[in-house]
């Protein structure tokens, strides 16, 4: 039998409040419809003082393990792609490994390349499996994130938060991904970026639109020189989305490198595209993880429906690389898929006034200066109840327990 490998289980997690676009556009004086229309994006998922990339990340891990039936002792790699890292020597994957009681036998690390490092992990891990190394294991690749720009600039209606997990395998239930075929294409550009003293990201936003399109060329082109002719043409395609009108934009790109008119190239996105955009529109940009919210909302809108079908899948990480790869959804993933409830922790979001929202962003600077309780737990113990921040101690550890419920 063919021995495929790819995502066996996968789940979000994203913080507990959202901002509507609709308040933020009343707030800063401009048209709702642009950035409901104009930008593409209907909610931002905002994460308090509480919530970080590791929380985020727990959460969705947990809901990927409990809801598929795997169990952590199975991880022999643990990978967590960020550009929103809690500390610069410990990595996330190490928090992870103590909430998640992962098996000591375990390779953890973090990657960085902006919105790229989540597919940084998730292609190592297909290559540790595909080279043996896994011998028989599974790998957890998380990609969790809080997107965040100055309040008021242009940035603001294209921030978010969230996290996905995806534990890789081979015989996938979900996705089978081609190993070894991918498309890549990398530059040296100042697009965006984030300085060391700043928690929120510096961007020239004209240009990194541009950027995002000339790396879609180029890795499109690079991947697409492999395809044989007879090639069965991708059903669908996911892209990063840092909102949604940048995939559509990165849509019609390709499909006008794939020899269509631009009238035509349109007329393409709304079976190829549209339903990965569901969910990062209720989101935002979570930024190593949009891809991954966009493969999730078209497997939620469709899995059922492409059982056995291409899709095609680009990662955009600014400053810059990019990767085009693609992979096949697997026999039997509709109905892993409604089991796995995607989109449940979007549901239980509710909805921010502005002026909490205001809140939480003043906060920010001094939320990681938090004195954690003296009698905080280190370990998450069996409860389904939320992970939190708790504060830091007296050495600046970063220290994490349950939530208190509210
Ligand atoms: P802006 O100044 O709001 O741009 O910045 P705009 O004035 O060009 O407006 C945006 C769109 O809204 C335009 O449509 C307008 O026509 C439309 P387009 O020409 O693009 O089709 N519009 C309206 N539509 C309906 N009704 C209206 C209306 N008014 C205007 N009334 C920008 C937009 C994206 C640049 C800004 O939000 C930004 O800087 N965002 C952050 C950077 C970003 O997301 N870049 C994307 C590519 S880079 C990337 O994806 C990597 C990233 O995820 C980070 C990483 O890798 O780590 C960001």
Not at 72 to 83: A, F, H, Q, Y
Not at 283 to 299: F, H, Q, R
Request: with cysteine; aromatic share 6%; charged share 20%.
């Amino acid at each position: 039998m063919r021995s495929t490998i790819g995502i066996d289980s996968l789940a979000l997690g994203v913080p507990r409040g959202h901002l509507d676009l609709r308040d933020l556009a009343a707030a800063r004086g401009v048209p709702a419809s642009k950035y409901l229309d104009g930008i593409g994006t209907h909610r931002m998922a905002i994460a308090a003082a509480d919530e970080d990339p590791v929380t985020l990340a727990a959460s969705a891990a947990r809901r990927a393990f409990a809801l598929s039936g795997l169990d952590p002792k199975e991880i022999g790699l643990c990978v967590v792609g960020t550009e929103t890292a809690v500390d610069h020597s410990k990595p996330i994957a190490a928090f992870l490994h103590g909430l998640l009681g992962l098996p000591s036998a375990c390779r953890i690390f973090e990657t960085k390349h902006a919105c790229f490092g989540g597919t940084a992990g998730l292609l190592n891990a297909l290559d540790w499996i595909a080279s043996g190394s896994a011998r028989g294991r599974s790998a957890l690749v998380v990609c969790a994130d809080v997107a965040r720009y100055a309040p008021g600039s242009p940035g603001e209606p294209t921030q978010g938060a969230g996290a996905v997990a995806m534990i890789v395998s081979e015989r996938p239930r979900l996705i089978e991904l081609d190993v070894g075929r991918s498309g890549a294409y990398a530059r040296d550009v100042h697009d965006f970026w984030r300085p060391l003293h700043s928690k929120d990201a510096a961007v020239d936003g004209q240009l990194s639109v541009q950027c995002y399109l000339d790396a879609l060329a180029g890795a499109y082109g690079e991947w697409r020189r492999d395809e044989p002719a007879d090639a069965e043409p991708l059903a669908r395609t996911c892209y990063h989305v840092p909102y949604g009108k940048m995939a559509r934009k990165a849509h019609r790109r390709r499909r006008m490198i794939d020899g269509l008119d631009e009238a035509s190239a349109d007329a393409t996105f709304a079976a190829e595209v549209a339903s990965s955009l569901l969910l990062p529109a209720q989101i935002g940009n979570v930024y190593t993880g949009s891809l991954y919210v966009a493969l999730a909302s078209l497997l939620h809108a469709e899995a059922r429906a492409i059982e056995g079908q291409r899709v095609g899948l680009f990662s955009y990480g600014s400053g810059c690389v990019a990767e085009f790869f693609a992979g096949r959804v697997a026999a039997g993933a509709g109905e892993l898929v409604a089991r796995l409830d995607l989109d449940a922790p979007v549901r239980a979001s509710t909805r921010l006034t502005m002026a909490e929202y205001e809140a939480i962003r003043s906060a920010d600077a001094g939320a990681d200066r938090r004195a954690a309780p003296p009698s905080a737990a280190l370990h998450l113990g069996a409860s389904e109840q939320p992970v939190a921040f708790l504060g830091v101690d007296t050495a600046d550890r970063r220290i994490y327990g349950l939530a208190t419920p509210s």
